[in-house]
């Protein structure tokens, strides 16, 4: 099963970016969906997730007040709007869909992964 993440690209600090992320209906209908990062020479870490209602959502705390992540359940799309990104936001991010209808800031709670977005933010 593959997740197909797109809209990553270079912006400057002040813009703002929004990531889309198609996932199979049958493997995400009833399940939430999050957002992971991974910084250049760094561990991947949690972004966001959402439940599968879109009703309740979770984030980092880096990210907190900046960016916010829904989905569109009729379109299978998971999005991560992503409003005054910093330098430090600069990763490859990826979507993935979790085992729970609920979000979850672990890793292990998530079974399908897409392929990845570069975002680049310049100062």
């Known amino acids: 099963v593959q997740l197909q993440a797109s809209g990553g690209g270079l912006v400057q600090t002040g813009d703002s970016l929004r990531l889309s992320c198609l996932s199979p209906?049958?493997?995400?209908?009833?399940?939430?969906m999050g957002w992971f990062r991974q910084a250049p020479g760094k561990e991947r870490e949690f972004v966001a997730a959402?439940?599968?209602?879109?009703?309740?959502?979770v984030y980092s705390d880096s990210v907190k007040g900046r960016f916010t992540i829904s989905r569109d359940n009729a379109k299978s799309t998971v999005y991560l709007q992503m409003n005054s990104p910093k330098p430090e936001d600069t990763a490859v991010y990826y979507c993935?869909?979790?085992?729970?209808?609920?979000?979850?800031?672990?890793?292990?709670?998530?079974?399908?992964w897409g392929q990845g977005t570069l975002v680049t933010v310049s100062s």
């Open positions: 959402i439940d599968w209602r879109g009703g309740g959502t």
């Open positions: 993935a869909t979790s085992i729970y209808s609920y979000g979850s800031k672990r890793q292990g709670d998530f079974r399908y």
């Open positions: 209906k049958r493997t995400s209908s009833n399940n939430a």
